[in-house]
């Protein structure tokens, strides 16, 4: 089992910056890649970013390339999702993620098997 838990949301400014913190527990946390997705209201769920299981490869939905940093430090067992120049569009629920399958990098909810309980991020315009 992998646990996750997702800090760091709150209320921002448009322009201003946040950063997510994901805690993963259980297994070997730093065997998986981690991912980020999010759901705003009254919309599916959407990929956001993801990282593999030694940060050395990224992956970003197209709204949030050259905005939004994913990077983790396993020694803490944490990922983190930094997110600059904030936009109304981006308020949604934030999730972390995890495969089953190690190895995997999970950019689809098809491949997601752990989710965190998620931190609402608001973006006031």
């Known amino acids: 089992q992998v646990q996750l838990v997702e800090s760091g949301g709150g209320l921002v400014q448009a322009g201003g910056s946040l950063r997510l913190s994901c805690v993963g527990s259980g297994r070997t946390f730093s065997s998986y890649a981690v991912g980020w997705f999010r759901q705003a209201p009254g919309k599916e769920r959407e990929f956001v970013a993801a990282?593999?299981?030694?940060?050395?490869?990224?992956y970003y939905a197209d709204s949030v390339k050259g905005r939004f940093t994913i990077s983790r430090v396993n020694a803490k067992n944490t990922v983190y999702l930094q997110m600059n120049i904030l936009k109304a569009e981006d308020t949604a629920v934030y999730y972390c993620?995890?495969?089953?399958?190690?190895?995997?990098?999970?950019?689809?909810?098809?491949?997601?098997?752990?989710w965190g309980k998620g931190t609402l991020v608001t973006v006031s315009s």
């Open positions: 990282l593999s299981d030694n940060g050395g490869r990224t």
């Open positions: 993620a995890a495969p089953w399958v190690q190895g995997t990098v999970p950019t689809r909810e098809g491949v997601v098997h752990y």
